[in-house]
């Protein structure tokens, strides 16, 4: 068990070799340990009627104010520079920014991701003749390096709209604007080179792609600013993650005018929105305590009591529009059986083992849902249902077309 050790803080304090000063306000620093050298993030105490202290938190100790009178409740207040993985390997400037985008946090990107495989490979079957596999593929690889860099924008715009609350949530206090590693102009910079880099990519896509994501953007924005307003703000990030269950269709050839399609693509949507919503809350379910104390709405709190009894209804809303949407598109039973029973078997199955008391617990069944519904179950039985439809292909002789690829 980490120690708790509590004193007052002197004008200057040693760790080790380092020497710390007595701030107005926070700051990273770099201090020498040993051999070492280690950047921390320094944070005076809040009240105007002590003298400027740090709290100090490194190596299993937290050091607090001595007329502090609850120092268990305050959180350490010491950022630790990455030394694993992806950002332990950028230069320390660019390190801010890569977290402001979330790259060592592919969870959300895949989100993003799946909804416009989910769509393209549904298009793919529906298309007379079949789609190329080719098209498929290179279809795919322009989501997915929009989904990388519209999510990181997402996040970044996110942040800027919350810099002031984050710091009072356990889980995001060092993120880069809430413990001023990045200036807010920085961040809004950032977001617009992000954006311009997403529009880059949407461009590559059919007109009536360009014209139908454009919307998305604005969902984008204002998404955060729906934690302050509604209880249900998880809504609005299921239409926007959601948005691309209805690109996948225009980009594989196929028009959202047609009846057929925009009733398939509606379906498809809705299932996703019911999806997020679900994901999202048990998301929600780590901050629960913290969003109380600041006042930011979330499904959770909404829902708290009944929180198993509201995701089971949206997983059966999720599961049904997903029949919905293979039934109107005229999917086949690998579909049905993959991705519609592998969701409801998946989704059961989360929900009956989640520990909605476990932030921890939590974080790991929000990571689970993205792979195990949204890629194996869902996405799976989409391109197995494309690969089988591909593989079987007759052409106007009633011959099986020998080129699968083409």
């Known amino acids: 068990m980490s120690a708790l050790l509590r004193q007052r803080l002197p004008p200057t304090a040693s760790l080790g070799a380092g020497l710390f000063r007595q701030f107005s306000a926070s700051r990273d620093i770099s201090v020498s340990r040993g051999s070492k050298l280690v950047q921390i993030h320094i944070r005076p105490t809040a009240s105007p ?33 990455p030394t694993t993985g992806i950002l332990s390997y950028l230069p320390s400037s660019w390190v801010p920014y890569a977290e402001l985008a979330r790259i060592e946090k592919p969870t959300g990107t895949v989100y993003l991701w799946f909804p416009t495989i989910w769509s393209t490979f549904m298009a793919a079957s529906m298309t007379t003749p079949l789609a190329p596999v080719t098209g498929a593929i290179y279809t795919s690889a322009l989501f997915t390096t929009g989904a990388l860099i519209m999510r990181g924008a997402g996040c970044t715009i996110n942040d800027l709209w919350d810099q002031n609350i984050d710091d009072k ?32 990519v949407l461009l590559q896509f059919p007109m009536e792609v360009i014209v139908a994501g454009i919307p998305s953007m604005i969902l984008v924005s204002t998404y955060p600013g729906m934690k302050r307003i509604t209880n249900y703000p998880q809504a609005v990030l299921g239409a926007a993650f959601g948005w691309g269950t209805m690109l996948g269709f225009p980009a594989m050839g196929i028009s959202l005018m047609e009846p057929t399609v925009a009733t398939t ?18 998301y929600a379910l780590q901050d629960i305590k913290d969003d109380k104390k600041i006042g930011v709405k979330s499904t959770a709190i909404a829902n708290e009591g009944r929180t198993k009894v ?12 997903l029949a919905g949407a293979g039934y109107i598109s005229g999917l086949g039973p690998i579909y049905f059986a993959w991705s ?34 949204g890629g194996v179950a869902v996405s799976g039985g989409l391109m197995a249902e494309y690969g089988y439809r591909k593989l079987y292909e007759k052409d106007d002789e009633g011959e099986i077309v020998d080129d699968v690829i083409a």
């Open 265 to 282: 693509a509606a379906c498809l949507f809705l299932s996703n929105v019911a999806w997020t919503v679900l994901y999202d809350t048990i």
């Open 310 to 321: 509201f995701l089971s209804a949206l997983g059966i809303a999720q599961v049904s529009l």
């Open 340 to 373: 519609c029973g592998g969701t409801a078997l998946a989704n059961t199955w989360m929900i009956r083992r989640l520990n909605i008391k476990d932030p921890a617990d939590c974080s790991r069944w929000f990571k689970w849902c993205a792979w195990t519904v």
């Open 169 to 200: 949530v356990t889980r995001t206090r060092f993120r880069p604007l809430a413990r001023r590693a990045i200036t807010p102009t920085n961040a809004v910079l950032f977001a617009g080179v992000q954006c311009l880099a997403g529009l880059a």
């Open 49 to 81: 009627h002590l003298k400027p202290a740090a709290l100090i938190s490194r190596s299993g100790a937290t050091l607090v104010p001595s007329n502090d009178p609850s120092p268990r409740e305050l959180p350490p207040a010491v950022y630790v520079p």
